[in-house]
């Protein structure tokens, strides 16, 4: 047996509870893993709470990524006592995942765990810090170096943006911050932010083009942020967009990216290849300081707790990032 939330429709209604399952629950796969920690992300937030349709199977144990230990493998990259890590790939969404003490998984899914990193630190950088790496990697890929110039980060508070300013300012970019949280200025700094943008200046309508700023860029926030980005790059700029805090939309012109050259490369966590997974962990542990990895923060709860602070989440009532111990 093992506990695990999860999340039921009937004739009920939408429920989300502390259940006690046996490994019958467990969905097809080949690595059966005794789960450590696992996080509350804000897709977690939705699909705990139903908010959202996030949730296309029932019954399903939430939990868009984890760590932990194989338990049972038949694949052949994995054996019992791997310690493994798991983002997205529809886990938490249409197969069960990591809020429970136990997960089976497709093998191919799985990372190994950075010897870097312990199973909880691994979920305090979560999806969101591996986002961040993957921002990171798609600038590389498209030419940017610190020689190229300054590089802003949006919403850079929050969980994607804490890691990608820290990513950068360790890997000798100069960064620029957007926070509409003023207060936050001295953690950004010590995260390695050079400057600090109110947000203000970025999130009303903007021209097509602005003078030239930045040449490259991490967007968490979408909408006119993401616009106004795009008509500050520099020739040949590339912003990597991963994000919608602020806003599903694009209200922007193509002015940017005919005159400019700019290159708009999206960013998605989920269903990302396996390869680039691999590396943007192998760089989380040469890349993510473990004193910056502290500053960042994370508190853990227990997994009953899941079903609390889910709502708080949604209603942006939780500063930082939530690792739940799913054994506590
Ligand atoms: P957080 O909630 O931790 O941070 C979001 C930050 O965005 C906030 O801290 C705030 O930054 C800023 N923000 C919030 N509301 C607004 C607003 N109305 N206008 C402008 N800025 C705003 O979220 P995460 O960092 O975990 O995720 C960031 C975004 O990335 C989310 O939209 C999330 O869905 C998305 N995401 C996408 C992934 C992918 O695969 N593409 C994977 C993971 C996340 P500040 O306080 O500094 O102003």
New binding site residues.
């Given amino acids: 047996m093992y506990r695990a939330i999860q999340i039921t429709k009937d004739a009920d209604g939408y429920q989300a509870r502390l259940a006690e399952l046996d490994d019958d629950n467990l969905p097809e796969g080949d690595v059966t893993v005794d789960v450590a920690y696992s996080t509350l ?2 897709k977690d937030g939705l699909a705990i709470t139903g908010q959202s349709p996030v949730v296309r199977k029932f019954p399903l144990v939430p939990g868009i990524d984890l760590a932990g230990t194989v338990r049972d493998s038949s694949h052949p990259d994995f054996k019992v006592g791997d310690a493994v890590v798991l983002n997205g790939w529809g886990v938490g969404e249409t197969h069960s995942g990591g809020l429970a003490q136990r997960a089976r998984l497709k093998g191919d899914w799985l990372v190994p765990l950075p010897a870097a990193f312990t199973p909880q630190q691994a979920m305090a950088i979560g ?2 810090g591996y ?1 961040a790496m993957l921002c990171v990697l798609a600038l590389e890929r498209h030419g940017i170096t610190p020689a190229s110039g300054e590089v802003v980060v ?8 804490s890691v990608a300013v820290a990513l950068l300012a360790k890997l000798g970019y100069t960064v620029a911050a ?4 003023p207060q ?1 200025a001295d953690y950004l700094k010590a995260l390695g932010a050079s400057s600090i943008i109110d ?1 203000a200046e970025l ?1 009303a309508p903007g021209k097509p083009l602005a003078k030239e700023r930045w040449a490259g860029a991490v967007d ?2 979408g909408s006119h ?1 993401l616009a106004n980005v795009c008509a500050a790059m520099k020739y040949r700029g590339v912003v990597a967009a ?5 806003g599903m939309d694009l209200p922007a012109s193509v002015a940017p990216f005919i005159l400019r050259g700019v290159t708009l490369a999206g ?4 269903m990302c290849p396996k390869a680039e997974r691999l590396q943007a962990w192998q760089r989380l542990a040469t890349d993510l300081a473990p004193a910056q990895l502290a500053r960042i923060g994370s508190r853990v709860i227990p997994l009953a707790d899941a079903l609390i602070v889910a709502p708080q989440v949604l209603a942006g009532q939780v500063r930082g990032r939530v690792v739940v111990d799913v054994n506590a």
């Fill in positions: 992300n804000f999806t969101a986002t949006t919403g850079a508070a929050g969980g994607v943006g957007v926070t509409g949280r936050e947000r999130s968490t926030v942020v991963c994000g919608l805090a602020g960013i998605d966590s989920v």
